[in-house]
């Protein structure tokens, strides 16, 4: 049993909108990966495609989009995602999580986009 929390944001007017899915709504996100689309019909978005932008596991720890996969790995980073240096230049090795969304994930980042026809 699969479920999610979607944390769905609309860049027109600033808000967001927390939705839990599980099972069947849930299984739409296994194997996707960061940028890709979803109907947003599906979700109460009729006319309007959700972008995935990223999300985080039961630990907390982030995913990146220049991570291949859907795995946990330490690498060395500069900035965000996962890490925020506190002086310039700074890096520190830091667990992330790849692209993919697994079964591991708990919440999913989505933004609202408006579709193009033609």
């Known amino acids: 049993m699969v479920e999610f929390k979607l944390v769905i944001s609309n860049p027109e007017d600033g808000t967001s909108k927390a939705l839990n899915v599980k099972d069947e709504m849930a299984q739409i996100f296994i194997g996707l ?22 999300g985080s596991d039961k630990s907390g720890i982030p995913m990146r ?3 291949p ?9 500069s900035g965000p995602p996962g890490y925020h240096p506190k002086r310039k230049g700074e890096r520190r090795r830091k667990l992330v999580r790849g692209n993919m969304i697994t079964e591991d994930i ?7 986009k408006e579709e193009k026809n033609g």
């Open 65 to 67: 989009p220049d991570i």
């Open 106 to 112: 708990v919440q999913i980042n989505l933004v609202l």
């Open 69 to 77: 996969g859907g795995a946990k790995k330490y690498i060395l980073l």
């Open 33 to 54: 990966k960061i940028g890709d689309h979803v109907d947003g019909e599906v979700f109460g978005h009729p006319g309007k495609k959700l972008v995935i932008t990223g």
